[in-house]
């Protein structure tokens, strides 16, 4: 079953989830040489990602890239990148390998070949990856309406990452699939508010695809929530 951590406070939630995301990093390190973490965009996370990147331990041994990354320039204001970039990557954490998932391409699809293999260095499995979620249920950029939906949700693919034209969202995306997600050490659900945690409860009855991680017992993702 998946773990239920609940704070009252998100000032809190943001401290506690760092430190727990801190030590799945530097306990990886002792045991392979180095670690990998797959981090959300959207408001939700800056908090956590500021309190991470105080966090001390081997940052330079870290890589971290993008569960998912709107196919936009790195210096957009929708762009993944650049929140983690602003956020993440301060402090003790600008010590971290980062790597990017928009490429040089003018459409995803032509550029899936080039971010995939800047993937290469990727510490695989990752130790972490660490999931938000909209309020229509998507997760990463698995969107209830994407026309490859069941791809990106297929348990037995085999690609790491895949294109995904959401519909119900602006920009082409470029989105970590469902087994690569499944394969990590641990998945982290991150969401704050009331009505995220009412999506996610109604998620199997209602089909979301946030339904692929949260109601899958082969690697139960540990859900941190805080009002």
Not at 122 to 138: E, F, I, K, N, S
Not at 144 to 162: H, M, T, V
Request: charged fraction near 20%; glycine fraction near 8%.
């Amino acid at each position: 079953m998946s773990e239920l951590h609940h704070f009252s406070e998100r000032s809190a939630l943001d401290s506690a989830l760092a430190a727990h995301i801190a030590g799945r990093l530097a306990a990886d390190i002792r045991r392979r040489g180095s670690a990998s973490l797959a981090v959300s965009g959207g408001s939700t996370p800056a908090g956590m990602f500021a309190a991470l990147s105080r966090q001390q331990l081997a940052w330079e041994q870290v890589w971290i890239t993008l569960v998912d990354e709107r196919w936009v320039d790195p210096d957009s204001p929708d762009s993944n990148e650049k929140l983690v970039r602003e956020q993440l990557l301060q402090n003790a954490a600008a010590a971290a390998n980062f790597i990017g998932l928009k490429g040089s391409a003018t459409e995803a699809a032509a550029g899936l070949a080039e971010v995939s293999a800047r993937l290469d260095p990727l510490p695989l499995p990752l130790t972490c990856a660490v999931l938000g979620m909209g309020g229509d249920g998507h997760t990463a950029s698995w969107f209830p309406r994407a026309s490859n939906l069941a791809e990106l949700l297929d348990p037995q693919g085999e690609a790491l990452l895949a294109c995904s034209d959401p519909v119900t969202a602006p920009h082409q995306r470029i989105t970590f699939t469902l087994p690569a997600i499944l394969a990590a050490g641990e998945i982290i659900i991150h969401i704050t508010g009331e009505e995220k945690r009412a999506v996610l409860a109604e998620a199997s009855d209602k089909g979301y695809p946030i339904a692929a991680i949260s109601e899958q017992q082969d690697n139960p993702a540990s859900i941190w929530w805080a009002p």
